[in-house]
C-alpha cells in the first residue's frame, strides 16, 4: 500500500475553509485516496473518497494533483465541532478486501 | 436506519476476567471490523468478519482474544483473562458489500482493566 504523510497539526480559524494536504508519492494506478476523521472520544467517520477526479459531498472537497502524488481535503467553512484528528488512507479500489491502516493523522484545532 | 451500535459503552472487569463487546452492524451491512485504540495511539486493525466466517485476523493477538460473527446477532470480541495492558477503546466498524473501505464506525466501549 502507498504510504502518506500528513502534517502533524493544523490551525484553522471558525469560518474559514481549512486545507489539509496529503502526500502519497508512491500511489499505483488501482489505488483511491480515503479520508476520514475521529473527533474526540468518538468512533472515526468517512468523509470522502477520490480516484482521480475532484469530488465534492456535503462535508468536504477532495481535490487531487494531476500526477495523484498528493490530495488535499478541503473543508469550507470550517467550525469548532470540525476539530479533530484526520486521516488520509490510500487503498486500493472500492470492492476490494483491504484492512483500514490508519496513521497518525493531522490534528486539526478550529479556533473561534 | 440506526447507524453501528456497540455495547456496553464502559465496561470495567478485574485483572483475570473476561471481557465480552458486542456490534450490530448497520442494517445491510455484512461485514463487520474491530479495531483497536490505546490510550494516546492510532486506531489498530484487529479482525475482519463476514457472517459466520473470520476473513483477516491479522491483527488479533494470539491469545486471549476471539471473535465471532453469527449468523443471528450481533458480532462479539471476547477477550478472556484480562491484563491491565486490555484497557483501551474497542471501535466496531461496518460495511455493505462490495464497498469494505467505507466504514461506519460505532462509538466504541472503552475498558477498563482494574
Known amino acids: 500500500d502507498a504510504k502518506t504523510t500528513q502534517p502533524t497539526s493544523m490551525d484553522c480559524a471558525e469560518g474559514r475553509a481549512a486545507n489539509l494536504p496529503c502526500n502519497h508519492s508512491t500511489i499505483s494506478g488501482n489505488e483511491y485516496v480515503y479520508w476520514y476523521r475521529q473527533i474526540h472520544s468518538q468512533g472515526p467517520q468517512y468523509i470522502i473518497h477520490g480516484l482521480k477526479n475532484n469530488e465534492t459531498n456535503e462535508m468536504a472537497s477532495l481535490i487531487i494533483t494531476e500526477d495523484r502524488k498528493s490530495s488535499t481535503l478541503i473543508l469550507p467553512h470550517a467550525t469548532l465541532r470540525d476539530t479533530a484528528v484526520y486521516y488520509c488512507?490510500?487503498?486500493?479500489?472500492?470492492?476490494?478486501?483491504?484492512?483500514?491502516?490508519f496513521g497518525k493523522g493531522t490534528m486539526l484545532l478550529v479556533s473561534p | 436506519n440506526a447507524g453501528v451500535m456497540q455495547n456496553p459503552r464502559h465496561l470495567v472487569r478485574r485483572r483475570g476476567q473476561e471481557a465480552r463487546l458486542r456490534c450490530s452492524p448497520m442494517?445491510?451491512?455484512?461485514?463487520v471490523y474491530w479495531y483497536r485504540q490505546l490510550p494516546e495511539e492510532g486506531l489498530k486493525f484487529m479482525v475482519y468478519?463476514?457472517?459466520?466466517?473470520?476473513?483477516?485476523e491479522s491483527g488479533m493477538p494470539k491469545e486471549r482474544f476471539s471473535a465471532e460473527f453469527p449468523k443471528e446477532g450481533p458480532s462479539i470480541l471476547r477477550i478472556q483473562q484480562v491484563v491491565r495492558g486490555d484497557s483501551a477503546a474497542y471501535f466496531c466498524a461496518s460495511s455493505p458489500i462490495g464497498q469494505q473501505n467505507i466504514q461506519y464506525f460505532g462509538a466504541g466501549t472503552r475498558l477498563s482493566v482494574l
Open positions: 442494517k445491510g451491512h455484512s461485514h
Open positions: 468478519l463476514q457472517k459466520e466466517n473470520i476473513i483477516d
Open positions: 488512507i490510500v487503498r486500493v479500489g472500492n470492492s476490494g478486501y483491504s484492512t483500514l491502516t
